[in-house]
C-alpha cells in the first residue's frame, strides 16, 4: 500500500470518534515511532548543549598531593580574576584534588598518572605543580620544558636559586638503562640531589620550588605533607604566558 493511501485509510478510522479515542489509538500505532523521535531529540538536543556551552580553555593546572580540593573553586576564581580570565567565556580550572602515592602501584594512581599524561600530550594541560616524588617521575617523562625555553632573562635570575634539575643524559638513554632491576626509574633515585647541576652531565631545569607560597598556604595546598612543591611547565602548553602568570601568582608575597 502507497503511503498516501495508508494515511487516507488511518484518517478514515479515525473519523468521528472522540479526542480521546483518536489521542488513544495514535499512542498504539505510534508510540514506537515517537520514542525514537523523543530520543533522536535528546541526543540531538544534548549534543548542541554541549557545544553551545563548552567554553575554551584559557588555563589549566594540576596540583599533585595538594589536598586542597576545599578551597578549590576560590582558587580558581582568584587566579583568574589576577590573569584577567572571562570564566564567563573561558575555562580556568585548577585541579587540587588529585593524588599520587610513594608506592604508584594502585589502580588510582595508575588511573591519575595516565590521565595526566594524556592531558599533556593533547595539549589540555599547562602546568604540574606536585610535592618531590610525583614531580621527579613525571620529570622523568619528558614532560616538562626547560625553564631556558620558558622565563624571561629576568624570571630566569629570579627563580634560578630555586630551579629543580634533571639529568638530560638519563632522559637519552635506552629503557633498559634508565631502570635499576626493581624496576624503580634512575632519575627517581633518592640519591640523586636535583638541587646541584654540578652533580649531572647534562642538568636541565625543568621545575622551580614553591617555599612559602602565600596563595599555596591560603588556599591549604600541600599543608598536610609540609613538603615544598615544585612546579613545572607542560610540553605541549600553548598557554604558556598565563602558565608564567600562574608563577608568579604563587609566588608573590
Sequence with gaps: MAMHDEIREQQQKLKGRSFKEKLGYFWDYYKIHTFVVLLLLIVVGSFVW???????????AT???????????????????????????????IDATSTLSHQMTSEVDLAVFQRTIAMAQTGGLDVVAGDPMPFTHIAGTGMFLDLKDVLT??????????FYYIDGTILENDEEETYKTDTTAVYNDEEIDHTDPSSMEKPIPVGIFLP????????????????TPILGFIFSSTKLDTARQFLHFLTEP
Excluded: R
Design 50 to 60: 554541549d557545544i553551545a556551552t563548552t567554553k575554551e580553555e584559557a588555563f589549566s
Design 63 to 93: 596540583l599533585l598531593n595538594a589536598y586542597g580540593g576545599e578551597g578549590q573553586e576560590s582558587f580558581q576564581a582568584d587566579f583568574a580574576e589576577y590573569a584577567g580570565i572571562d570564566t564567563d567565556v573561558y575555562s580556568c580550572y
Design 153 to 162: 632573562e629576568e624570571e630566569y635570575t629570579q627563580y634560578e636559586p630555586y
Design 212 to 227: 612559602d607560597s602565600a596563595k599555596l598556604q591560603q588556599y591549604g595546598c600541600y599543608a598536610l605533607s609540609g613538603e
